[in-house]
């Protein structure tokens, strides 16, 4: 099995209620913000982005909210499934040309 | 259209051999990234580029030697495997403009003995 993520923090949900997964970004200058998610043996997906001049953005079934005031970052998902298992982390860009800096990442368990 | 592509997908070396991990990507980006992943250490960045023919150090570069001979591929070397090197390795691209996501391979798991 994946052993990625062994200690990361663990969110568990049943399946059909809605989770949120929650993110303390560092810099208070970082204009764009992503979320990944990591399925065991995979590698990162792209799940949705938002610009720092954004405080909310909705995607099929998440959202992404930023509160800039506390440099914090939420992933919501409505109606969590069993296929939403999987490692999820937070990355800030400070600024267009470096590197992105990312989180350690939540493992989100979908209970049937 | 493949994305990211990584090979191998899975290796083994002993302690002080020498390999090459490619990482091929079919969609025009400047920019390419190679990453490790351990247990509890989240994505730690190696070496990456912003171009063809330019190369640069992330936060855990050393043990490790990277090529951009062309735009579309990434190498990354270890000229002498140590066991600390035991890791799964990512490979990303992103475009120039536009956006700042990054697109990751499927990761190659190196073992070193």
């Known amino acids: 099995g994946e052993s990625v993520g062994l200690h990361l923090p663990t969110l568990s949900v049943q399946e059909g209620d809605n989770s949120i997964i929650n993110c303390a970004y560092s810099n208070s200058a970082s204009d764009y913000f992503i979320w990944y998610k990591q399925e065991s043996g995979k590698g990162p997906q792209f799940i949705i982005d938002i610009r720092s001049n954004m405080d909310k953005r909705q995607g099929q079934r998440v959202t992404v909210l930023l509160n800039k005031t506390v440099k914090h970052l939420s992933l919501q998902i409505a109606a969590t499934q069993p296929g939403d298992s999987a490692v999820y982390f937070c990355?800030?860009?400070?600024?267009?040309?470096?590197?992105?800096?990312f989180g350690k990442g939540t493992r989100l368990s979908v209970i049937a | 259209n493949a994305g990211v592509t990584q090979t191998p997908k899975f290796r083994v070396l002993k302690t002080g051999q020498s390999m090459t991990l490619l990482c091929a990507q079919d969609?025009?980006?400047?920019?390419m990234y190679w990453y490790r992943q351990d247990p509890g250490m989240g994505l730690r960045l190696i070496h990456y580029?912003?171009?063809?023919?330019?190369?640069a150090k992330g936060e855990v570069p050393d043990g490790y030697n990277v090529s951009r001979l062309k735009k579309q591929n990434f190498l990354l070397g270890l000229e002498s495997a140590a066991p600390s090197q035991t890791s799964v390795y990512f490979c990303?691209?992103?475009?120039?403009?536009?956006?700042?996501?990054?697109?990751f391979g499927p990761g190659t798991r190196l073992t070193v003995l």
């Open positions: 580029s912003v171009g063809e023919g330019t190369t």
């Open positions: 990355a800030e860009n400070l600024s267009g040309n470096t590197p992105l800096v």
């Open positions: 969609m025009n980006h400047e920019y």
């Open positions: 990303a691209s992103r475009p120039l403009y536009g956006t700042a996501t990054q697109y």
